[in-house]
């Protein structure tokens, strides 16, 4: 300001205010210390620039106020306190909600998540700043906030910590996805700035517009899905798979060998420990023959009477666990790092099972068998009926799971997730999730995606495994799928090339025509065929309509509880007055 004043015709007077006034909050020593000397140094460089003398006895003076400790988290596990001031910003940390305790350790995560416990529990570690920032303005104690962070801040259960700063305050500049370099590494991240204070219309990726939603969209309808809620009817359907936490997966020769070993002190066979694994690269290219040694949630004793395997996992993962931060991990080192109670419940009695990448270019759903265990890095939908393939794998359902979703990596590729990708999204009325699909056989509707669905699965198949470039071998374990070999090196160079992936890259025209079929049948199913085949449904019209089906079924799955509850508790109340005599 002394510039300005200058500028203005006002008398030049020496600065009053210096680096003092810059507050900061930095957890390594090292990187405090050389906040400290960069802001004296930039000071110098800007006194000496403007023509006044830098201070000489000392040159670098301390500067206290840019502080040596956590900035969300104090040593009593309470929340960290931070200084009233008029600006924050900063680049807090990039560590995703996955890699939270094998980085900062379980103690810390649970102190963390406890401290701050109005805060969903999934978030990555960034989103702890957004919501520190947020109590600071509702307090009156800061004015504005901006945050360089992962892109994955306007998705998933980390948009949660946008929606108040929207609904009560604004985000007044965003950038929604940007590339960025740290240490080595691409990744994309979002650039949000926001406050509590009405003011100039907002600029989303430099461009003016109405409101900045908290998935960092500004659409011109009115519709904001972010508003979207969690559907009962479609829960328990749904599933993260098998979370491996170290080399439990085996080439299929050795699995094979495992399997087909006899000799267990109890009797039993390995396959019922060993079985085919999917990860999401199987679904997107072709299957690379790993088996999943799944010991489930067995006792270190009733694991160890499966000999060959127990072995193999005593040799190669007990070192790897032994060294792992998780205490859990350390004792149970035998295990899955999740044990899948919740998946192993939901797919049972199921002869095949849906399957879809959590992060791909293309939103790819696949068939497996009930044999083949999923993978952490895919979703498994516990369906086993062409109609909710069909529903699944239409445009309506694409289009919202890439609003719904998160964008990761460099390629910035979409990802599914259980909750906010398939649990807020309304299927057509009479084929929800929640109903036995054998109830809407007859449902003319659900024959016809049927159809179409059971048509583009057999294209696709009949593309990526051409009988005259596979032969076929049983598996060893009866009743498991065949092995698709190629016949010859040739057929294996030309099977190379016939994936998920590329077939979707270039999308033929046959592929086009299957997936026309299909959406149509899905519109009628919705009741919009006569809009869909006159070209009215756009995206952000598809998007309107099925927020609307989401928030009336909400509503509906709401008070239908709230009905229930009361009914439960004047049977307590009457019950209670038996007892009593009344």
């Keep these: 300001m002394n510039l300005e004043a200058e500028a203005l015709g006002l008398p030049r007077s020496f600065p009053q205010l210096g680096p003092e006034c810059v507050l900061g909050i930095e957890l390594s020593s090292y990187a405090a210390e050389l906040a400290r000397i960069s802001v004296w140094i930039s000071e110098i460089q800007w006194m000496r620039r403007n023509g006044f003398e830098a201070a000489k006895n000392p040159i670098l003076r301390t500067l206290n106020t840019i502080e040596n400790r956590d900035a969300v988290l104090n040593t009593d596990g309470t929340k960290a306190e931070w200084p009233t001031a008029d600006v924050v910003i900063g680049n807090p940390p990039f560590l995703g909600n996955k890699k ?3 980085e900062l350790g379980e103690e810390y995560i649970f102190t963390l998540r406890k401290a701050y416990a109005g805060t969903p529990g999934g978030v990555d570690l960034v989103a702890y700043w957004f919501v520190k920032a947020w109590e600071q303005m509702s307090s009156q104690k800061l004015e504005k906030a901006g945050f360089v962070c992962t892109n994955s801040i306007r998705g998933g259960v980390n948009r949660d910590v946008l929606k108040p700063i929207v609904d009560l305050g604004r985000i007044f500049e965003a950038w929604s996805d940007e590339t960025w370099t740290v240490d080595g590494a691409s990744v994309r991240v979002s650039l949000v700035s926001f406050d509590c204070a009405a003011g100039s219309r907002p600029k989303l990726d430099g461009v003016v517009v109405k409101k900045i939603h908290s998935d960092l969209t500004a659409h011109s309808g009115q519709t904001d899905i972010t508003q979207s ?15 491996k936490d170290g080399p439990l997966d085996v080439q299929g020769d050795l699995a094979r060998e495992m399997v087909s070993a006899s000799g267990n002190p109890h009797g039993r066979s390995n396959a019922e420990i060993i079985r085919p694994w999917r990860n999401g690269m199987d679904l997107t290219r072709r299957p690379s023959d790993r088996w999943l040694i799944d010991f489930m949630d067995f006792e270190e004793r009733e694991a160890s009477l499966f000999e060959a395997p127990f072995e193999y996992a005593r040799k190669v993962l007990k070192p790897i666990r032994a060294k792992n931060r998780d205490p859990k991990r350390r004792t149970y080192w035998w295990r899955p790092g999740r044990t899948g109670i919740d998946l192993r419940a939901g797919l049972s009695g199921l002869s095949k099972y849906i399957i879809s990448p959590r992060v791909s270019k293309h939103r790819l759903f696949v068939w497996v068998d009930a044999s083949i265990n999923p993978d952490s890095a895919t979703v498994a939908i516990a369906r086993d009926d062409d109609t909710s393939f069909g529903i699944l794998h239409s445009s309506f359902h694409e289009i919202w799971s890439l609003r719904m979703g998160t964008f990761l990596g460099v390629g910035n590729d979409p990802r599914y997730t259980p909750s906010t ?13 929640n109903i036995p699909a054998a109830d809407y056989t007859g449902d003319q509707r659900a024959v016809k995606i049927a159809v ?7 294209l696709r198949e009949n593309w990526l495994n051409p009988d005259d470039l596979v032969d076929r ?3 060893v374990v009866p009743g498991y799928p065949d092995r698709i070999l190629p016949k010859d090196e040739a057929a294996a160079k030309e099977l190379k090339k016939r994936i998920l992936t590329n077939l979707y890259n270039a999308r033929p025209r046959w592929l086009e025509h299957a997936h026309e079929a299909l959406d149509e049948a899905v519109a009628e199913a919705y009741g919009w065929g006569a809009d869909w085949r006159a070209g009215l449904l756009t995206e952000d019209e598809i998007l309107a309509r099925l927020f609307d089906l989401n ?11 709230k009905v229930v509850k009361t009914k439960v508790a004047k049977a307590k109340a009457k019950s209670k007055g038996k007892k009593n005599g009344k």
């Design 100 to 102: 939270m305790i094998s």
């Design 551 to 561: 928030q009336t079924r909400a509503k509906a799955e709401a008070k239908a509880a």
């Design 452 to 458: 179409a669905a059971a048509s583009l699965n057999k």
């Design 473 to 475: 071998i049983p598996e």
């Design 229 to 243: 809620l969690e559907l009962e009817e479609n829960r328990n359907r749904s599933f993260i798979g098998r979370q």
């Design 421 to 433: 990708t398939f649990e807020t999204f309304p299927f057509p009325e009479g084929l929800t999730p």
